[in-house]
């Protein structure tokens, strides 16, 4: 069962514009949200978060928003640069049992100089 | 501050054979959550370690085990080993009760 899903699996964008990452998920369990980044030979790496009691968190280029009545999140990098080149990977899971991570199959974020 | 690290990098294994992968949490942790990451998929929960005991599991058979030793570094066993399970074994590792979990680079395992 795919509750989290990611359903660009690429994504292209010009260095200095916005890039917008989507990931919906289906069960209404999860309340919170992370989204890390991977590069080639490396473990995923976290990059931002958000409980369900926001629907906006902020991090330097990075914002995530959460639109729970939609079960929709997004990562918005603002500008875009080549460094930002990776998988992200997009995870939920429930307060009351944060040992269970559920991943999206992950979008590659290609930023062309 | 070392990161997570495991071991071996990776490992090539033949059809029925067992293996053992290994992991250090990074420091300061007490919890170790393994993932099994199939080509073009995301992390897959396997099960978690808390105290030398499973606190939870994921949806794999029981050909999938673990053990957490008192210094919080802990293995993985996966016997009887099946072509199906060529992935990237990921370790994760936290503070029970946190959520953020910091991610070793994996063992990329090929059975053949």
């Known amino acids: 069962d795919q509750q989290v899903k990611q359903n660009s699996p690429s994504l292209s964008v010009q260095e200095g514009r916005i890039s917008i990452l989507n990931c919906d998920y289906t069960?209404?369990?999860?309340?919170?949200f992370l989204w890390y980044k991977k590069y080639p030979a490396e473990g995923p790496t976290f990059l931002i978060s958000?409980?369900?009691?926001?629907d906006k968190n902020e991090d330097g280029r990075f914002t995530v928003f959460l639109n729970k009545s939609a079960k929709h999140l997004s990562l918005h990098i603002v500008p875009s640069q080549p460094g930002d080149s990776a998988v992200y990977f997009c995870?939920?899971?429930?307060?009351?049992?944060?040992?269970?991570?559920?991943f999206g199959a992950g979008t590659r974020l290609t930023v062309k100089p | 501050d070392a990161g997570v690290t495991q071991s071996p990098t990776h490992l090539i294994k033949t059809r029925g054979q067992q293996v053992t992968l290994r992991c250090s949490p990074k420091?300061?942790?007490?919890?170790v959550s393994w993932y099994q990451q199939a080509l073009g998929q995301g992390p897959q929960f396997i099960f978690q370690?808390?105290?030398?005991?499973?606190?939870q599991r994921g949806n794999f058979p029981d050909r999938f085990s673990g053990h957490q030793f008192p210094n919080y570094s802990s293995e993985l066993n996966v016997n009887a080993l099946l072509l199906g399970d060529s992935a990237l074994y990921l370790c994760?590792?936290?503070?029970?009760?946190?959520?953020?979990?910091?991610f070793g680079p994996g063992t990329r395992l090929t059975v053949t």
């Open positions: 994760a590792s936290s503070l029970v009760r946190q959520f953020g979990q910091y």
């Open positions: 995870a939920a899971s429930a307060s009351d049992n944060n040992n269970d991570m559920r």
């Open positions: 370690y808390y105290e030398e005991e499973e606190r």
């Open positions: 069960n209404s369990m999860f309340d919170y």
């Open positions: 958000i409980s369900s009691i926001k």
């Open positions: 420091s300061g942790h007490d919890t």
